[in-house]
């Protein structure tokens, strides 16, 4: 039996070890932190378990739906897409809930004329054929080669920019429309166009069974792997574990780390790789949780997305039920320029307490209270022209048999697309042992 190992115990890596599970192989699953998870992770809160990052699963999301049947099923709960802004000193809101047509005339008039003639094809790109809304594929291929050389923000109208495109590359990748670019563009397109349940018992409930059924999967937490390297037939992983330094050979390896990590492995072994690896972009993402006393948001708007000037990108219901429990999220430049790591969580928090007490029931309300998160690497706003890097990053992949690469910037940052990735890196793994 060839020996397997995985880098990463995100969901990225996990899927990499659900899928070379179901080819029978016995796989080391290698994990930094104390426990997996990465950024699907949750925290504990007086009996409270919260998700801090990725949580919300569009209908859409096949891959990851099978692999929670195969965890024994679990029960899921609409979330939806309700969100509203406030342009012009009028709070707009935007919901797939009620008035369809009203809504779709909104998004039209938010978009304008030269926005949405720049949007249409886009759309209708990804609705016919929905394996365009992820990274590196034809139509957005042919996008980034005709467009890729200038951002986004130069891509639509500026009015669209703001009040449709924004919300949507802050939220999903931290990124200004300034700072990303149109051939990426479909990875989040697609988003956009599913609607969302949540898991029911959380993200950690999923975790714990992942844990329980992983019969060939042994899961190495507290393990960070330092270089990859190639040593004879076999690949050499060097890693430190509770101080001391180890190492292990293995036949196979799938990275399912952020590409800025994974191009630290390969710095000494592999200088080009990691050149590739580290121009994929990061940007970092603050998360609060709070918990009042009382709701926060009324029924029908649920979420509010903040303009340019807000360290605040949005803020939001935890859950359809859970109008008493506010996700705060800072991200973008703004939220870049006001909140380091060693920011103050309740100083962060009361800030997003300040942002929005002018549209929702705050004031007065008790805090009962909160858990926060700085996440960096948080969110993937991957490069220019993103499928050439890709490309090139395979093309020098060829040439190390046994080693693949997955992670958010493969397919797309959702934890669709991490599967989408972690199952091509592990067809390729299989097809070279058949070849
Ligand atoms: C705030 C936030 C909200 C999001 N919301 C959604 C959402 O609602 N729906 C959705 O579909 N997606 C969402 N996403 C995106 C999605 O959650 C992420 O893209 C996905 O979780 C990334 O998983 P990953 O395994 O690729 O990376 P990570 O989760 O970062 O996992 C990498 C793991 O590898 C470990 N590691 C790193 N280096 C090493 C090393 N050298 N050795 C060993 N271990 C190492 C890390 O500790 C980590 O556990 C969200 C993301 C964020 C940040």
């Known amino acids: 039996m060839i020996r397997t190992a995985v880098i990463g115990g995100g969901i990225s890596g996990i899927a990499a070890a659900f899928y070379l599970q179901r080819y029978g192989c016995e796989v080391d699953l290698y994990e930094s932190a104390d426990r997996i998870g990465g950024r699907i992770g949750s925290e504990c809160f007086d009996g409270n378990w919260l998700d801090f990052g990725g949580k919300n699963i569009g209908r859409k999301y096949r891959r990851f739906r099978e692999f929670v049947s195969e965890q024994g099923g679990m029960d899921f709960e609409y979330f939806g897409f309700n969100t509203s802004q406030v342009i012009n000193g009028k709070v707009v809101r935007l919901s797939k809930e009620k008035d369809r047509l009203f809504n779709i005339l909104r998004v039209l008039s938010l978009a304008g004329f030269g926005g949405t003639m720049r949007l249409l094809p886009l759309i209708q790109a990804v609705q016919k054929d929905h394996q365009q809304g992820y990274l590196n594929t034809p139509y957005f291929n042919a996008i980034a080669e005709q467009f890729d050389s200038k951002p986004l923000s130069s891509f639509f109208p500026t009015g669209c920019t ?204 008790c805090r009962r209270f909160f858990v926060y998160k700085y996440i960096n690497p948080g969110l993937c706003a991957y490069s220019p022209y993103h499928y050439r890097t890709l490309g090139e990053i395979n093309d020098l992949l060829r040439l190390f048999d046994g080693l693949a690469l997955t992670g958010d910037y493969h397919s797309g940052a959702s934890i669709e697309a991490c599967f989408r990735a972690a199952e091509a890196s592990v067809e390729r793994l299989m097809q070279q042992d058949t070849a």
Do not use: C
Request: charged share 20%.
């Open 162 to 365: 703001e009040h449709l495109i924004r919300p949507v590359t802050v939220r999903m990748n931290g990124a200004e429309p300034e700072e990303y670019y149109p051939g990426n563009f479909g990875s989040n397109l697609a988003l956009v166009l599913d609607s969302y349940e949540q898991l029911k018992q959380g993200m950690h409930a999923l975790l714990d069974r992942f844990r329980e059924n992983a019969k060939l999967i042994n899961i190495l937490t507290g393990k960070h792997v330092r270089a990859v390297e190639r040593i004879g037939n076999t690949i050499t992983l060097h890693y430190s574990s509770g101080g001391e330094d180890a190492t292990a050979a293995y036949g196979r390896v799938i990275v399912a780390i952020p590409a800025i990590q994974a191009a630290t492995l390969f710095g000494d072994t592999l200088p080009e790789l990691s050149a590739l690896l580290g121009q994929v972009r990061y940007y970092p993402v603050a998360v609060a949780i709070a918990k009042y006393e009382e709701s926060v948001f009324p029924d029908m708007q649920r979420a509010m997305v903040f303009d340019r000037h807000s360290p605040l990108s949005n803020a939001g219901a935890y859950g359809i039920h859970d109008l008493d429990i506010v996700r705060y999220t800072f991200s973008g430049k703004t939220a870049r320029s006001t909140i380091a790591p060693e920011s103050v969580p309740e100083e962060v928090i009361a800030l997003g307490e300040k942002i929005i007490e002018p549209y929702f029931t705050i004031r007065k309300n």
